[in-house]
């Protein structure tokens, strides 16, 4: 019988690359199953339960400027001090809008994910020309 191999069979890298090969499809096994960020939410597909649903106002997105500050509220645009439904927008920032409804009550709506905001600061670019003579 002639060996393929001669030269690796009683090496240990021989020996480890038979063992590894026989270890890799027992590791993929037990790896982590990721949620595709591409599928739609459960409760396009029904595949959802009583708790996914929120039952209140959701705050999806949040809009500062200058002289500009508003919230999208399930959908709908809301400009600081108008009102939601019953409610007034009368706190806005960046991770959080607070409604006060007309029996005083305050109910603070947070954004669900989170943002990190980073400030770059504006460089000036100095283009420097030289004559070709």
């Known amino acids: ?13 021989y020996q480890l690359a038979a063992l ?21 939410p459960a409760v396009f597909n029904g595949n959802f339960t009583s708790e996914a ?10 809009m500062l400027g200058s002289n ?11 400009l600081l001090g108008q009102k939601y439904e019953q409610a007034t927008l009368i706190k806005l920032n960046e991770h959080e809008a ?3 409804y007309p029996d005083k009550t305050t109910v603070t709506l947070t954004m ?19 004559k070709l003579k």
């Open 20 to 40: 590894l090969s026989l270890a890799l499809p027992f590791a993929s096994a037990h790896a982590e199953t990721l949620k595709d960020p591409t599928q739609p």
């Open 98 to 100: 607070v409604l006060r």
């Open 68 to 78: 500009y500050k508003a919230a999208i509220i399930n959908g709908n645009k809301v």
């Open 112 to 130: 669900d994910y989170a943002i990190e905001k980073n400030l770059v600061k504006a460089t000036t670019t100095v283009k420097q020309t030289t």
């Open 1 to 13: 019988m002639m060996k393929l191999l001669p030269q690796y069979s009683n090496s240990w890298q």
């Open 53 to 62: 649903i929120a039952t209140g106002p959701v705050l999806q997105s949040v």
